[in-house]
Antibody
Framework: EVQLVESGGGLVQPGGSLRLSCAAS????????MNWVRQAPGKGLEWVAN????????YYVGSVKGRFTISRDDAKNSLYLQMNSLRVEDTAVYYC???????????WGQGTVVTVSS | EIVLTQSPDTLSLSPGERATLSCRAS???????LAWYQQKPGQAPRLLIY???SRATGIPDRFSGSGSGTDFTLTISRLEPEDFAVYYC?????????FGGGTKVEIK
């Protein structure tokens, strides 16, 4: 059974850092595109970043470029999102999602909550 | 960046009725790279449709997707009680991938 479990969220002050983790089971992360998607409170979905199977391709939405870094640990079958210089507007539930057929997002984790506030 | 506009914002219908949701793109979506997701309160989104018209694994056949280019539609042929939720379209043919603002299907 495919499962994605995020962790690492929490309350952080503006300018601070957090590292989100996504532990995958039931499949091998390195065989798929992997994504981070966020949802601000009461708002819609926003794609944040993704990483290609060979790790040579890493892509970000404009608002996080230079601040967030996506990575993967194949030995742990896990995906990460290092978030630096956090802003109030980064407050959201962060989901990891697997790139599925035609690169749609076919499996999602339950999400981890990030709150940026002073 | 491709902007996706969903309409209506809210659809008030009764169980058994047909729901038609629209997703319009600001530019042509390449290679039918358009998906639909369902999200219920407190839950992660669930993939319903990919490639504009292909149902994801385990999705009932009352859900169907159609369209091409800039105009796409999700149809729920007969609403079941568990179908009342928010629906999002997403394009992933051009980077960055973008989502529409969502359509809430509520019980009338």
């Amino acid at each position: 059974e495919v499962q994605l479990v995020e962790s690492g969220g929490g309350l952080v002050q503006p300018g601070g850092s957090l590292r989100l983790s996504c532990a995958a089971s039931g499949f091998t992360c390195s065989d798929y595109w992997m994504n981070w998607v966020r949802q601000a409170p009461g708002k819609g979905l926003e794609w944040v970043a993704n990483i290609k199977q060979d790790e040579n391709g890493k892509y970000y939405v404009g608002s996080v470029k230079g601040r967030f870094t996506i990575s993967r640990d194949d030995a742990k079958n896990s995906l990460y999102l290092q978030m630096n210089s956090l802003r109030v507007e980064d407050t959201a539930v962060y989901y990891c999602a697997r790139g599925g057929p035609m690169r749609s997002f076919d499996y999602w984790g339950q999400g981890t909550v990030v709150t940026v506030s002073s | 960046e491709i902007v996706l506009t969903q309409s209506p914002d809210t659809l008030s219908l009764s169980p058994g009725e047909r729901a038609t949701l629209s997703c319009r793109a600001s530019q042509s979506v390449s290679n039918y790279h358009l998906a639909w997701y369902q999200q219920k309160p407190g839950q992660a989104p669930r993939l319903l449709i990919y490639g504009a018209s292909s149902r994801a694994t385990g999705i009932p056949d009352r859900f169907s997707g159609s369209g091409s280019g800039t105009d796409f539609t999700l149809t729920i042929s007969r609403l079941e009680p568990e179908d009342f939720a928010v629906y999002y379209c997403q394009q992933y043919g051009s980077s960055p991938s973008t989502f529409g603002g969502g359509t809430k299907v509520e019980i009338k």
